[in-house]
T-cell receptor, first 111, second 114 residues
Framework: QQPVQSPQAVILREGEDAVINCSSSKALYSVHWYRQKHGEAPVFLMILLKGGEQKGHDKISASFNEKKQQSSLYLTASQLSYSGTYFCGAISSGSARQLTFGSGTQLTVLP | DSGVTQTPKHLITATGQRVTLRCSPRSGDLSVYWYQQSLDQGLQFLIQYYNGEERAKGNILERFSAQQFPDLHSELNLSSLELGDSALYFC?????????????FGSGTRLTVV
């Protein structure tokens, strides 16, 4: 079952902050975040494992609430290069351990 | 260059035909995953191979099949192609059977069925 991402689209000005949410109806083993620019392959940003801590990478960080089966991606002081579609991927705490992606959030950063 | 190589980059073929997409994983990665991305469907998981064995299957049609060879490269075979099969097909690789360090994606094969 596909995780649910919100919002579907965000438009920001350079320097503004954004939050993208990802939720699942199943117990999660891990959550991944990827960014895909138009016409390119998705690029891995970070992974949050069950029992793990909040991860960060420059001005992009994420959290994982295991009780609510939710993850949030935080983009601080957005740069033009942050534009793209952000996908969360969830692996459920079952035997299959398949990564299922959400439908994506299109982020546009304007100058 | 991500280290995952997919060929060909573009493919145009007619309905009813069969095509083969090829993927070489990043050096040291044992798992290969295939995903289909179309405009209205997002990234749909098709199948995973780990060290030559099928490990997980997603929404892969019976007309599609895949395999992973001893040198770890993988091929995705699509047959009896339909217009709706037009999509971007991505291959990704990871070190282990469970991607605890994330996926590395190839640049994709854009398939157009006419």
């Amino acid at each position: 079952q596909q995780p649910v991402q919100s919002p579907q689209a965000v438009i920001l000005r350079e320097g503004e902050d954004a939050v993208i949410n990802c939720s699942s109806s199943k117990a999660l083993y891990s959550v991944h975040w990827y960014r895909q620019k138009h016409g390119e392959a998705p690029v891995f940003l970070m992974i949050l494992l069950k029992g793990g801590e909040q991860k960060g990478h420059d001005k992009i960080s994420a959290s994982f609430n295991e009780k609510k089966q939710q993850s949030s991606l935080y983009l601080t002081a957005s740069q033009l290069s942050y534009s793209g579609t952000y996908f969360c991927g969830a692996i459920s705490s079952g035997s299959a351990r398949q990564l299922t992606f959400g439908s994506g959030t299109q982020l546009t950063v304007l100058p | 260059d991500s280290g995952v190589t997919q060929t060909p980059k573009h493919l145009i073929t007619a309905t009813g035909q069969r095509v083969t997409l090829r993927c070489s994983p990043r050096s040291g990665d044992l798992s290969v995953y295939w995903y289909q991305q179309s405009l209205d469907q997002g990234l749909q998981f098709l199948i995973q191979y780990y060290n030559g064995e099928e490990r997980a299957k997603g929404n892969i049609l019976e007309r599609f099949s895949a395999q992973q060879f001893p040198d770890l490269h993988s091929e995705l075979n699509l047959s009896s192609l339909e217009l709706g099969d037009s999509a971007l097909y991505f291959c990704a690789s990871s070190v282990g059977a469970v991607p605890n360090y994330g996926y590395t994606f190839g640049s994709g094969t854009r398939l157009t069925v006419v």
